[in-house]
């Protein structure tokens, strides 16, 4: 390989390279220094900077205030230190007077060192001397106390004490402005006085609450009009703190009185929290003054609900409390700041929602009491009523009239709210502009509380058995046609909560009416008349193309559709369902085992199937048949312990899956299920009469199937080869197998063998995949059985470690030729996949 230029002359020209670079370096850097010079003319250069160039640009210059506050601040240190020192050592020898007076010598020095240090521009050193001047100044107020006023209470001492200091540290800020610390350690000083006053008068609870919104206030005021940002921010941190530290007080005084005069100052608290909070909020950022305007919405609630609720039981406290969350709505046209509406809002919907979650359980015991009836299958119509058959009757349903109540005023403001959406959207414009999804949740909020409220009513009103029967089928009704109404107009967020509010009814109603058996046949009926009507209504149903509105992007379009779809299926398959249970009760009434009763329970796939064709085209049709099917695997498995029976009923599956198969759409899964079924009949049917020679009946079948695919394959050479000769050929070898595997003779295993081997060896012959894989697999089987006792002993006569050592070589070679292992069974794949 020859070099382009030759090593040589690329080495000196490296070299001239590097020479130029160095050059140029040290030019750059003496016009660095000279432009440093003139920036900064008055400071000290050092002379020479040799190592400049090699180790990288040259470090900043030390200016000499830099030097000089280094300097000062080492000294206050050293000074510090000695301080100390003197203090551990010399302290003892000294009086509480002489004491006295090296503090107050020191603070004044201390106190006076900043201004000078100021002046001299060492902001730095001003400001540790100020700290040191700070905790001197803590420690003349206690030498104070002992040496003036010894005998004085230490709390109310400390309250004067911490008083006199954020004043003084107030001052001290406000003359040496550019000073920080004292300003923020006067802040922090002024929590303290009046708790600490509350705490020497061993005043009360609500003298404390007082004491900390006071502070609060201050605190706000200090935030709003203080001096600096850092000023402004602790004296933020510290009206929080110390307000939600005082309206909590109040509230759990407000919470706990038992008479209205009692919840009196408790609310005069929360209203002065309220009002501090919103005179903060006027001036604050958006953030905070949203905040402020929830904490000043929740402080009015709780003020006016804990007088109206004062000595009533908790669990019907909640409406007060309610309406008072519902009455600050009306803030939205106060002349607030738009943050502060909105904080009212926001304050107005938490209370809404928790009274809400208030009413939740007693809505859950409504729904889930319902599975109790599953023990008690028509045990008789229940004592006690509706309460009776939920289990319920033993809780204080008193103590909870107020759930429905809350739910159905929550449920009807807001469908107050969706109907008159857009005069209330103009009026509460000026604080909030909600868009078009928030009316969809009004209003499916709306009809999910509405539902609730009516699904606990009859529990609450202790409805008899068939009077809450027949409230809850009204409501299922009621709610479907509200979804029917939603859905037909499109994807509406309210049909869609309407649907999944009437599918839960109807399951809690279901499982009520199991109580008895009339009422199962009425109350199921009327649920598949009501779910059929509401499919039927849904079936036509399509996402419209256009609207008033823009139009969807293509991915929200499909999940549109595809919500459509599923929300149409819903009651479909819920009229199957029912009809499910109908078809169940009906074996029930007429005294049918549960094997005998599963012909009765095939009726509901059969009307399935019909409805399968009917539906042609439609979304639901899939959904529909499906459940069918599912009816089905119920037969089946009610009538698993009767082997005869059982053939009988696949048999019924197998019709009914033929049927399925006429329609072309259906034909590749049905075909072969239908197949499938019939022979798994057969030799269901064989095997429970107790046939010892299955080929008797088996042959006659296989010989005309394969005739009759054989004509197929002529006709159209293109077919499969299962479709042709896959029945037929299984219809005898697996029953002749399993019969094999049991048989002691050898004939049976040996003819078996050979016929396979034909089998397999025509298939290979004429690339007929059926035949090759039929014949091998059972020839395979059948071999495995003849040898298995062989192969036992023999295993049995070698060492233990022998198959190990046999599995590992096998693993290794296998390990070793992988690749070509891989590429054999790929090429195997594709030859079978050629195949018909």
């Keep these: 390989m020859e070099h382009v230029p030759p090593p040589a002359e690329e080495l000196a020209l490296l070299e001239r390279e590097l020479a130029w670079l160095d050059a140029r370096r040290s030019q750059l850097l003496a016009r660095r220094a000279w432009l440093l010079s003139v920036l900064t003319p008055n400071v000290a250069r050092p002379a020479t900077q040799p190592f400049a160039a090699p180790f990288g640009p040259p470090a900043a210059p030390v200016g000499p205030r830099s030097a000089q506050n280094a300097l ?94 954020a004043v003084l540290w107030g001052g001290y800020g406000l003359l040496l402005d550019r000073l920080r610390l004292p300003l923020l350690l006067a802040v922090m000083s002024a929590q303290l006085p009046l708790l600490l006053w509350a705490w020497a008068a061993g005043a009360g609870t609500t003298a404390f609450g007082w004491a900390l919104l006071v502070t609060a206030a201050s605190d706000c005021a200090i ?12 004296s933020c941190v510290c009206c929080w703190a110390t307000g939600l530290l005082g309206l909590l007080v109040a509230l759990a005084q407000s919470v706990s009185a038992d008479a209205a005069s009692a ?6 608290l929360l209203l002065m929290g309220a009002v501090i909070a919103v005179s903060g909020a006027r001036r604050a950022p958006a953030g905070l003054a949203v905040a402020g305007g929830v904490v000043a919405g929740l402080c009015g609630v709780a003020a006016v609900g804990g007088v109206l609720r004062a000595g009533v039981a908790w669990d019907c406290s909640v409406p007060a409390y309610l309406l008072c969350g519902v009455a600050l709505l009306v803030g939205v046209r106060a002349p607030l700041p738009r943050p502060v509406g909105q904080g009212l809002v926001w304050a107005s919907s938490i209370v809404t929602v928790g009274a809400v979650l208030a009413a939740a359980p007693t809505v859950g015991l409504s729904l889930m009491g319902t599975v109790s009836q599953l023990a008690r299958v028509w045990s008789g119509m229940p004592e006690g009523g509706v309460r009776g058959a939920l289990d319920v009757e033993g809780l204080a349903w008193s103590r909870m009239a107020a759930a429905p109540v809350v739910l159905l005023v929550v449920s009807g403001l807001l469908g107050t709210v969706y109907r008159s959406w857009a005069r209330l959207v103009r009026v509460a414009g000026p604080v909030l502009s909600p868009g078009a999804a928030w009316r969809g949740a009004a209003g499916a909020g709306a009809v999910a509380l509405g539902w609730a409220g009516f699904t606990v009513l009859p529990a609450m009103l202790g409805m008899s058995y068939a009077a809450a029967l027949s409230v809850q089928l009204a409501l299922a009704a009621g709610v479907f046609a509200v979804a029917v109404r939603g859905l037909r107009r499109g994807m509406d967020v309210v049909g869609l909560t309407a649907l999944v509010c009437g599918s839960v009814g109807t399951v809690s109603t279901g499982m009520l009416s199991l109580a008895a058996e009339a009422a199962t046949y009425a109350v199921f009926a009327v649920l598949l008349v009501v779910s059929g009507v509401a499919a039927v209504m849904l079936g036509g149903t399509e996402v419209p193309a256009a609207r008033a509105m823009p139009p969807l992007p293509s991915v929200q379009t499909a999940r549109a559709v595809r919500a459509l779809q599923i929300a149409q299926a819903v009651p479909a398959c819920g009229a199957v369902v029912c009809g499910m249970v109908l078809a169940r009760a009906v074996g029930a009434s007429l005294g049918l085992a549960g ?67 006429v329609r072309a759409e259906r034909r590749p899964v049905a075909g072969y299920l239908a197949m499938a079924l019939f022979v798994l009949a057969a030799w269901l049917r064989l095997s429970a009469s107790g046939v010892s020679a299955p080929e008797a009946y088996t042959l006659p079948v296989t010989v005309p199937a394969l ?110 030729t992988y690749e070509q292992r891989l590429r054999d069974a790929r090429r195997l794949k594709k030859t079978l996949g050629r195949m018909r």
């Design 223 to 234: 935030a709003v009009w203080g001096k600096g940002v850092a000023v402004r921010v602790t």
């Design 707 to 816: 005739t009759v695919g054989v004509l197929r394959r002529r006709r159209d050479p293109e077919a499969s080869s299962w479709t042709a000769y896959g029945a037929g050929l299984a219809a005898t070898l697996v029953p002749s197998l399993f019969t094999a595997w049991f048989d002691p003779h050898w004939i049976r295993p040996l003819l078996l063998g050979a016929a396979a081997l034909v089998i397999t060896l025509s298939g290979a012959r004429l690339r007929l995949q059926a035949l090759l894989l039929l014949g091998g697999a059972v020839l395979a089987l059948d071999a495995l059985h003849e040898l298995a006792p062989y192969v036992a002993q023999v295993l049995g006569a070698l060492p233990r470690w022998l198959p190990l050592a046999v599995a590992g070589a096998l693993l290794l070679t296998i390990g070793a």
């Design 263 to 268: 919840a009196v100052m408790p609310g005069l």
């Design 595 to 661: 094997d005998r009763a599963a012909p009765v329970m095939l009726a509901v796939p059969a009307v399935t199937v019909l409805l399968g064709a009917r539906l042609q085209g439609l979304p639901s049709a899939l959904p529909v048949e499906l459940t069918g099917a599912v009816a089905g695997v119920a037969a089946v498995a009610m009538a698993v312990t009767d082997r005869p029976f059982l053939a009988l009923v696949l048999a019924l599956c197998g019709v009914l899956a033929a049927g399925t198969a």
């Design 72 to 165: 000062l601040t080492l000294g206050g240190l050293l000074l510090t230190i000695a301080a100390i020192a003197f203090t551990l050592v010399s302290w003892g020898h000294l009086g509480i007077g002489g004491r006295s007076a090296v503090l107050g010598v020191v603070t004044g020095a201390a106190l006076f060192a900043p201004v000078v240090l100021l002046r001299r521009g060492l902001p730095a050193t001003a400001e540790s001397l100020a700290a040191l001047a700070s905790v001197l100044m803590v420690l003349d107020a206690y030498a104070l106390h002992r040496v003036a006023v010894p005998a004085a209470d230490g709390r109310g001492f400390a309250a004067v004490a911490a008083a006199v200091l």
